[in-house]
């Protein structure tokens, strides 16, 4: 079995209200999420169903707050900061202190996570492998971060960074993005368009009259609940990242 890599993860608290500057327990909680979503250790997994089961992925990467920050001093992993914006954008501004925000640590170091109060009911976006180290990583909204404190149903069980770190490690949406488009993984079955809610399978889309959509995949729009597996497939290309010439290997 291949090695697990752990990717030291800081955590960007950004705060209004007193509400929004989260406990270290529900970070912690957001944390313990993201290392069985990627292991393959969620409980949940077991409601695969059998037509999709011997695809669910253990994608093998662990995640920890860092220890020691960009200086080598040691850290909590955690940084807050309380702000006067009320509502933050998909801007970037929350990723720069000359905007109001918290700076990136060195991104070929760190995962960064930055929880602020995202608007317009955006739970969370992230940015590609390739792009600026200064604004890379991802940004989840504060309701929609961890599985205990303030994080809110149906988006409360952590789900919502779990996507987004897909995205982080070059995954797409499971639709592809069009309609019964390509999401470049060959072990996805092709699907028409976004999943919400909880389907019942299967689900039949794009001319796929086996098993349909695999709805219950981290890269669709299933409520948290719904969701709870990555693939093989998916797996193998997030892991490219880390192999010599990846876009990720310094981790
Ligand atoms: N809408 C967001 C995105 O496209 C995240 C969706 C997360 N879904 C969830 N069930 N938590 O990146
Ligand atoms: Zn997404
Ligand atoms: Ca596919």
Redesign the pocket.
Known sequence: TAATLTIPVVVHVLYNTTAQNISDAQIASQIAVMNEDFQKLNADVSKTPSAFAGLAANVNIAFALAQRDPNGLATTGIERKSTTVTGWGTDDKMKSTTTGGLNAWNSGSYLNIWVCNLSGG?????QFPGGAASTDGIVIRTT?FGRNGSAAAP?NLG??AT??VG?WLNLR?IWGDASCGNDLVSDTPTQQTSNTGCPAFPKRTCGNTTNGDMFMNFMD????AC?YMFSTGQSSRMNALFATGGARVSL
């Open positions: 955006i739970l969370g976006y992230a929609a988006f789900r919502t996507h987004e995205h949406h729009y299933t409520d948290d969701m």
